[in-house]
């Protein structure tokens, strides 16, 4: 891959963060509130109890899915940090198995994958990571993965990988 390419790719990856990982970490927090007290909050910001609906047992499944899926993705992350891309793309995929939605494991294996010359994954984990935050309404987080998996496709066009 060549330096300017690769120079892109920081500078994207720096402000996807931004614009997925705030909006992702406020999605989290609202889950976990919602699943805590078997509450749901609508997007006017109305919350509804709905206790009748949920056994003790389902929330604790859920929320130790959760957790779990977040210990493989700050164990990526970790290792990413580290340098150690292969092992961390492989701790983003064992929390993407666990939760399906995990946006920000997605981004970050998008990521590592790109830089790691396999562009045309790097694109398909972008636009899945676009689609999830699409369902959240995190427009803006939307776009800027899309631009992402733009800006690599780009590449590919350029001859860069």
Same mark, same amino acid.
């Given at each position: 891959m060549k330096s300017k390419t690769k120079k892109r790719l920081y500078f994207i990856f720096g402000l996807c963060s931004v614009a997925i990982v705030c909006p992702t970490i406020f999605y989290s927090v609202a889950? %976990? #509130?919602e699943n805590s007290g078997c509450l749901t909050v609508?997007?006017?910001g109305q919350v509804t109890i709905i206790n009748g609906?949920?056994?003790?047992s389902s929330q604790g499944q859920e929320l130790g899915t959760m957790a779990k899926a977040e210990e493989f993705f700050q164990r990526g992350r970790e290792l990413d940090r580290k340098g150690q891309s292969?092992?961390?793309i492989a701790e983003y995929t064992k929390?993407?198995?666990i939760d399906p939605n995990y %946006? #920000?494991?997605y981004f970050y294996r998008s990521n590592l994958l790109a830089l790691g010359g396999q562009p045309q994954k790097a694109i398909e984990d972008a636009q899945k990571a676009a689609a999830i935050l699409e369902s959240?309404?995190?427009?803006?987080g939307a776009a800027?993965?899309?631009e992402h998996a733009e800006m690599i496709r780009q590449g590919i066009e350029d001859g860069e990988w």
């Open positions: 889950k %976990a #509130q609508e997007p006017s609906l949920c056994s003790p292969q092992e961390a929390a993407i198995q %946006a #920000q494991a959240r309404e995190e427009l803006e800027a993965m899309r």
